[in-house]
């Protein structure tokens, strides 16, 4: 591509209209929206330190068997264009001899939704008079001035914009038990690290710890490379991400549900579950009715019922929500059946590197966990949400210097509700600095996939 990459210290220009911090999926989006709108020639930066943008997490896997979790139907990166990502499969034939129709209801493999936003951002900066650089590096640290925000990167060189926005996206939670950090790495994967998982795949048994969503993808990649070994799946819950169904849609009236205390709305879900299966319409219509009120019904919770949510319900409902495609849920469910993979509702309680390998020890509620010894163990914790516990150094150094705060529930940054503004330590908003994904899931909760991530886009886009 023909950005302008790697910007030297010697560099004299370090001044732009629009930073955009983070190139994955979100901080791609902001740039392509900026291009688009953008009516008069100005500078837009893009500081990335990964060399290919829009990957971020969820779109670096190269394997075919990691698949999107939402049909390719609804995952356009344009709120005005909500065919384009089907479109773009079309036109470069990434999916061969499937017709449109079927197409929109496929759960395609992840990797082709990178090669979409790359080439729709190429497109635009061919007819933008923007002109967009991308610079290979961390931002290390920001700061409001009088004219905008100063960014400094790692090697102390800085920056300044006249706007920012973060989209730094998701970090992963460390493995929970002490000491892990200094497991050798071979022995330690993290369930992100797509070529690592594989890699393990042998005769050895292994342990996965946490049991959502990338679980499912490690299990799928193990399963895919030969696999031949026990999995052992350990987490609090042992609750598995549910599938996602074909069938009639259901036609309740969701709103009166913004009215209702927590207790009240789970009745009437589960109510108007039983009553869609009693019609022979799977109960997954029930969340895809309410999917698009995810954030009002957020908002509309008071806190104390959004803490009830968080302590009793996130677990239930994060497996009604966050769900897989059919076919990887068959998959991890006739590996549980043939007992290559055993589940176990467990905590992780201490990990020991042996000569035959790391013996895992875990507290279970039920009854007492034996001793596992494994090959190796996969990080499958899944992402960070606590502010507090972030360990990207540009979260820190903002909460450390008062320039951001957590946000309710101690849940990503605080944030504006409406424009995604930065929420300083002493409660002022700050204009000039825009947070789209899942860092505004203390205020918004659902924000962390695409069809919430295009629209924050465009927003943060026109300023
Ligand atoms: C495994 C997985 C699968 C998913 N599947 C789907 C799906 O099928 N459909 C869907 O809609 N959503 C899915 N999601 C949700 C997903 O989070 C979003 O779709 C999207 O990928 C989030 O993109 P992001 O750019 O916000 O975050 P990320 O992908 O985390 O990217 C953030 C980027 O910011 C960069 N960065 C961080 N800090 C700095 C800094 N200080 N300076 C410069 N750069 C920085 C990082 O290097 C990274 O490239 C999935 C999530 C995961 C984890």
Redesign the pocket.
């Known amino acids: 591509m023909a950005y302008n990459r790697g910007m030297t210290a010697s560099d004299t220009h370090r001044q732009c209209d629009l930073a955009i911090?983070?190139?994955?999926?979100?901080?791609v989006l902001v740039a392509l929206q900026a291009l688009r709108h953008a009516q008069r020639p100005s500078r837009i930066v893009l500081?990335?330190?990964?060399s290919v943008l829009a990957?971020?997490?969820?779109?670096a896997t190269p394997w075919p068997e990691h698949l999107?979790?939402?049909p390719a139907g609804k995952?356009s990166g344009l709120p005005d264009q909500p065919a384009d990502f089907l479109d773009y499969l079309i036109d470069s034939q990434a999916i061969a001899g499937v017709p449109r129709e079927l197409l929109a209801d496929q759960f395609v493999p992840?990797r082709h939704y990178a090669a979409y936003l790359r080439e729709r951002l190429e497109q635009a900066r061919e007819r933008s008079v923007a002109v967009l650089e991308v610079v290979e590096q961390?931002?290390?640290a920001l700061a409001p001035t009088a004219q905008g925000v100063q960014l400094r990167l790692d090697d102390e060189v800085t920056w300044n914009a006249q706007r920012v926005v973060l989209?730094?996206?998701?970090s992963m939670r460390p493995l929970p038990v002490p000491g892990a950090e200094a497991l050798p790495p071979a022995q330690a994967v993290e369930a992100?690290d797509y070529d690592g998982v594989r890699v393990l795949a042998g005769d050895d048994d292994l342990a996965i710890i946490g049991s959502g969503?990338?679980m499912a993808?490690s299990v799928v990649a193990l399963a895919a490379a030969g696999h031949r070994g026990r999995i052992f799946v350990l987490s609090r819950h042992a609750l598995l991400p549910l599938p996602h169904a074909h069938g009639a849609a259901v036609t309740f009236d969701p709103q009166p549900l913004l009215a209702m205390p927590l207790r009240q709305r789970v009745r009437e879900l589960r109510g108007q579950a039983r009553t869609a299966v009693a019609q022979g319409i799977p109960w997954q219509s029930v969340m895809d009715r309410i999917r698009p009120m995810g954030q009002a019904l957020w908002w509309s919770l008071n806190e104390a019922d959004q803490r009830r949510f968080l302590r009793h319900v996130v677990r239930y409902w994060d497996v009604h929500r966050h769900r897989i495609a059919e076919s990887v849920h068959a998959q991890v469910a006739e590996l549980e059946r043939s007992g290559q993979l055993q589940r176990h509702r467990a905590r992780l309680d201490t990990l020991l590197v042996q000569e035959s390998g790391l013996q895992l020890h875990g507290r279970s509620p039920n009854r007492g966990l034996p001793p596992l010894t494994v090959g190796a163990v996969i990080n499958a914790t899944g992402?960070e949400t606590r502010a507090l516990s972030m360990r990207?150094?540009?979260i820190q150094q903002l909460l450390a210097d008062g320039h951001a705060r957590p946000g309710p529930h101690g849940l990503g940054l605080d944030t504006t509700v409406e424009e995604g503004g930065l929420i300083d330590g002493h409660g002022q908003p700050q204009p000039a600095i825009r947070v789209?994904?899942?860092l505004r899931i203390g205020t918004l909760w659902e924000s962390?996939?695409?069809?919430e991530?295009r629209v924050q886009a465009e927003q943060a886009a026109r300023g």
Not at 21 to 27: E, H, N
Not at 55 to 59: F, K, L, N, T, V
Request: include cysteine; glycine fraction near 16%; charged fraction near 10%.
């Open positions: 911090v983070g190139g994955g999926a979100a901080g500081f990335e330190p990964a990957e971020g997490i969820a779109y999107l979790n939402v995952m992840r961390p931002v290390f989209a730094c996206g998701n992100w969503l990338s993808d992402v990207n150094p540009l789209v994904g899942s962390l996939a695409i069809p991530l």
